[in-house]
């Protein structure tokens, strides 16, 4: 069973390429159906639906285009590390807005990155009261 547990864990690399051939070709759909979604936007002249259709397309374009590089994407515990990264920046940013003193304490002892911890300054004890 260890060994099984230590090949899946090599397996896990990165999460592959950034679109299969099957989305490419999706994508591509997509920008011939949203070019005429366009011109029907612009003949209606629906300003708001033109621009959503062009924010879709911009989209659909620079996903192909970093595609097209056959780039492959991060590894699933470089995706976990920034996703924990921003949402321990998003706790923090909350916080503050409800206790600027606890946030600023938290700023300087909350390391982020591979190996989060909260490490406070031995030589400043902490003093917690309850208000």
């Known amino acids: 069973a260890a060994a099984e547990a230590d090949d899946i864990r090599l397996g ?28 029907l936007a612009a003949d209606r002249n629906d300003l708001g639906w033109l621009e959503r259709l062009r924010a879709e397309s911009d989209l ?16 699933h515990s470089e995706r976990a590390r920034v996703a924990v990264t ?8 909350h916080i503050a807005a409800l206790h600027p003193y ?3 304490h938290l700023n300087a002892t909350v390391r982020r990155g591979y190996f989060c911890s909260y490490t406070p300054d031995p030589h400043t004890p902490i003093v917690w009261e309850r208000d």
Do not use: C
């Open 86 to 93: 921003k949402n321990i920046k998003r706790a923090l940013d």
């Open 102 to 104: 606890l946030a600023e």
């Open 12 to 39: 896990l690399g990165d999460a592959g390429p950034v679109l299969d051939a099957q989305a490419r070709s999706a994508y591509r759909t997509r920008l011939v159906e949203l070019r005429e979604e366009m011109e």
């Open 60 to 75: 659909l374009m620079e996903q192909i285009d970093e595609a097209s590089h056959d780039r492959r994407t991060h590894s």
